[in-house]
Each structure stands twice: as C-alpha cells, then as structure tokens.
C-alpha cells in the first residue's frame, strides 16, 4: 500500500499569512497514463470533506486562487497565500493511483 | 445541484448486519465509479470500497474483504454497501462519494454528508 504522509499536523497561522503543507508518498504517483493521482481535500469542521486540488495543481470548481498546489512523482505542497477565518479544518492528502486508495493523516489549520 | 444523500446507518450488535444506501441526483450516476469512504469520529479517513460503472469490477480495503459488499443500480442512481459479520472497528461515519468521471477524469468531486454505523453490544 502507498503510505502518505503529511506534515505538519497541525497550524496555527494569522489571518492573512501563508500556509503551506506538505505531502509524500512512498511511491511515485504517476501513472502509466502520465497523470498524476493526487489529490487535496478539506474537512470543515462538522462537513464532509470536499474537493481543493485535483491531478497536483488543478483548483476545483469554486476554490479561491489563494490555494495552489504544486509538486511531482512522491512530494507535493499544498499552499495557501493568505489564510482566511472560514480556512478552518483539517487538510488531506489522497492519492488514487492504485487501490487501495490511501490518505494522508490529517493536517490540522486552525486560526490564531 | 448535485446531491448524494446516505442512508441505513444505525446501532448494530458485533456479527450482525447493516445496508447503506446513498442516493444519487443532480449528475449523470452512470457516468461516474462510485466509493464509500469511512471515518471514526474525531479521526482520519479510510477509503473503503470501489465499483465501477456497470458494477463488473469492484475493489475493497483489506480489512472489509469478504464481508462487505458494494453495488450500485444505475437505473435507480443509487449505490450501496451491504455490511456482514460488523465489528466494533467498524464503528465510524460512512460517505458515499463520486470516484471517478469517465468524460472528465475527475474524481472525488462529489461527496455525501455521511451516515454514522456503531456496532456495539
């Protein structure tokens, strides 16, 4: 199974700060098709998880463009420019690459 | 507006049985593979189950092969998870989300808001 791991676990950052996360994966994510499978959701608190980032750096429909993500084959980042009250929750990597599809555990942004 | 809506969840007995269903509409169902992904409460999420468009390929998590079972009805836009022999670690929220986009490619664009199992005596 693919392992992602996702650091740090948890933020602390001041209205209108940057952000950044960061996600590795035991192994490349790349596809024989040349895409890459990974994946950026967020969990508001009490919501399910929806979409961010999509195929490493593709912001779903309705993201603001404060969130990019950027990486390759087993290390990606996921950024946000400048950290909004409604940011809140916690932040997951996923790749689905192969089965079993696999997240990362988790990280945590909270506001100061 | 697209909506997946999760159903069947509930207080169960150890070794006894459940039946999710999530109900699809606002988007072409048989368009899409359809997963369940689960979370403890205050926990990380764990993928679950994978079917494909007609059903004919289904993938499962080690942990749940051989006793849970995906399928979906295309002609009703729902899918399923039949749950057999529960255990206390599968207490958790149950969502029902879109996989995978055949015209697109997208996947994980859509998720329901979830259906709580807790297996308990």
Known sequence: ?112 | EVSLVESGGGLVQPGGSLRLSCAASGFIFSNYWMTWVRQVPGKGLEWVATILLDGGERYYVDSVKGRFTISRDNAKNSLYLQMDSLRAEDTAVYYCATYHNILTGLRFDYWGQGTLVTVSS
């Open chain 1, 1 to 112: 199974d693919i392992v992602m791991t996702q650091t740090p676990l948890s933020l602390s950052v001041t209205p209108g700060q940057p952000a950044s996360i960061s996600c590795k994966s035991s192994q490349s994510l790349v596809f024989s098709d040349g895409k890459t499978y990974l994946y950026w959701c967020l969990q508001k608190p009490g919501q399910p998880p929806q979409l961010l980032i999509y195929g490493v750096s593709n912001r779903f429909s309705g993201v603001p463009d404060r969130f990019s993500g950027s990486g390759s084959g087993t290390d990606f980042t996921l950024k946000i420019s400048r950290v909004e009250a409604e940011d809140v929750g916690v932040y997951y990597c996923m790749q689905s690459v192969q089965f079993p599809v696999t997240f990362g555990q988790g990280t945590r942004l909270e506001i100061k």
